[in-house]
């Protein structure tokens, strides 16, 4: 197993771009290392919505003892139709997401789809995400890396895992070592995704932690038309597939109102289930790394 021992660092500490104020607690992130979860709305619909969402993840994420990041997009660029709402855009999203750390006291995570938006980005956020249908942009991954801080890069439903080696390569060249790299899906046939669970072994070998994406792994990409169709009844299932393959952490989606979010209605997941499922998932973790 190549270097995967070697791999370790923390979500919230601060550096890169800015000296941001401590948080209640940073998220360990590792080969090996405990799970974790990202979660929060897809988009951010109001800094009440997230206050409020972000409040429920941390009481989740103590309660059980599964470190979270809170996520949420400041604009959602690859929307399915132009009318769909994208989200209140990079100022006043960073200025909410910048009240939701320092209130509610989480890690952030948000896109960042511009290279010139990364340095803004970072000054307010923990970790950069590059969208999965922007993960082979060389300027916006380097960009991304050159920040300093953490960057989660979601894999491309048209790419395979043995060719996120390539991504990997392009920000440890940037002098970055704390990547994480995210499972989401790839394309089979016409508004479909197939999870290949191996994937996440084959990006493991890489040295980098890997997520899971349960719910946008449930997505049926643009099966309404003007939006994308999916099953987040299956999301469970998948993040727990996923556990026991060996997976780092999960990315979660949720909301309180899925019918009425604004962005992966059909996805998104009820944060009634979060604890319940978050709960499970950490029992299949420790039995599966149990020596």
């Given at each position: 197993?190549?270097n995967?021992?070697?791999?370790?660092?923390k979500i919230?500490?601060g550096?890169g771009?800015s000296?941001l104020?401590?948080l209640?607690?940073?998220?360990?992130?590792?080969?090996?290392g405990?799970?974790?979860v990202?979660a929060?709305?897809c988009?951010?619909?109001s800094?009440?919505?997230?206050?409020?969402i972000?409040?429920?993840?941390?009481?989740i994420?103590?309660?059980?003892?599964?470190?979270?990041v809170?996520?949420?997009?400041f604009?959602k660029?690859?929307?399915?139709?132009?009318?769909s709402?994208r989200g209140?855009?990079?100022?006043?999203?960073?200025q909410?997401?910048?009240?939701?750390?320092?209130?509610?006291?989480?890690?952030?995570m948000?896109?960042v789809?511009?290279?010139?938006?990364?340095?803004?980005?970072?000054?307010?956020?923990d970790?950069?995400?590059?969208?999965?249908?922007?993960?082979r942009?060389?300027?916006?991954?380097?960009a991304?890396?050159?920040?300093g801080?953490?960057?989660?890069?979601?894999?491309?439903?048209?790419?395979?895992?043995?060719?996120?080696?390539n991504?990997?390569?392009?920000?440890?060249?940037?002098g970055?070592?704390?990547i994480?790299?995210?499972?989401?899906g790839t394309f089979?046939g016409y508004?479909?995704l197939?999870?290949?669970?191996?994937?996440?072994?084959?990006?493991?070998?890489l040295?980098?932690?890997?997520?899971?994406d349960?719910?946008?792994s449930?997505q049926?990409?643009?099966?309404?038309g003007s939006?994308s169709?999916?099953?987040r009844?299956?999301?469970?299932?998948l993040?727990k597939?996923?556990?026991?393959?060996?997976?780092?952490?999960?990315?979660?989606?949720v909301?309180?109102?899925?019918?009425?979010s604004?962005?992966d209605?059909?996805?998104?997941?009820?944060?009634?289930?979060?604890?319940?499922?978050?709960s499970?998932c950490?029992k299949?973790?420790d039995i599966?790394?149990?020596?």
């Amino acid at each position: 197993m190549s270097n995967q021992n070697k791999t370790s660092f923390k979500i919230g500490t601060g550096g890169g771009a800015s000296d941001l104020p401590a948080l209640n607690k940073p998220v360990e992130v590792g080969l090996p290392g405990p799970l974790f979860v990202i979660a929060g709305p897809c988009v951010i619909e109001s800094k009440e919505s997230c206050l409020d969402i972000a409040g429920k993840v941390l009481e989740i994420s103590t309660k059980i003892d599964v470190p979270a990041v809170f996520k949420a997009s400041f604009d959602k660029a690859n929307r399915t139709s132009i009318s769909s709402y994208r989200g209140p855009g990079l100022e006043k999203g960073l200025q909410i997401l910048g009240e939701v750390r320092a209130q509610v006291g989480l890690p952030i995570m948000t896109d960042v789809h511009e290279p010139a938006q990364a340095a803004v980005v970072a000054s307010v956020v923990d970790c950069l995400q590059v969208p999965a249908f922007l993960c082979r942009q060389t300027d916006l991954v380097c960009a991304c890396a050159r920040t300093g801080k953490p960057v989660n890069v979601k894999k491309g439903q048209f790419v395979s895992p043995e060719e996120m080696q390539n991504v990997v390569e392009k920000i440890r060249t940037c002098g970055n070592e704390k990547i994480i790299l995210t499972e989401r899906g790839t394309f089979f046939g016409y508004n479909s995704l197939v999870n290949d669970m191996t994937a996440i072994a084959v990006m493991k070998e890489l040295g980098c932690p890997v997520v899971f994406d349960a719910t946008h792994s449930t997505q049926q990409p643009g099966g309404l038309g003007s939006a994308s169709a999916g099953r987040r009844e299956m999301a469970p299932l998948l993040a727990k597939a996923a556990v026991a393959a060996g997976a780092n952490g999960l990315f979660l989606e949720v909301h309180n109102n899925p019918k009425q979010s604004k962005s992966d209605a059909a996805t998104i997941m009820p944060i009634d289930w979060l604890e319940e499922l978050l709960s499970v998932c950490k029992k299949i973790f420790d039995i599966v790394r149990r020596k």
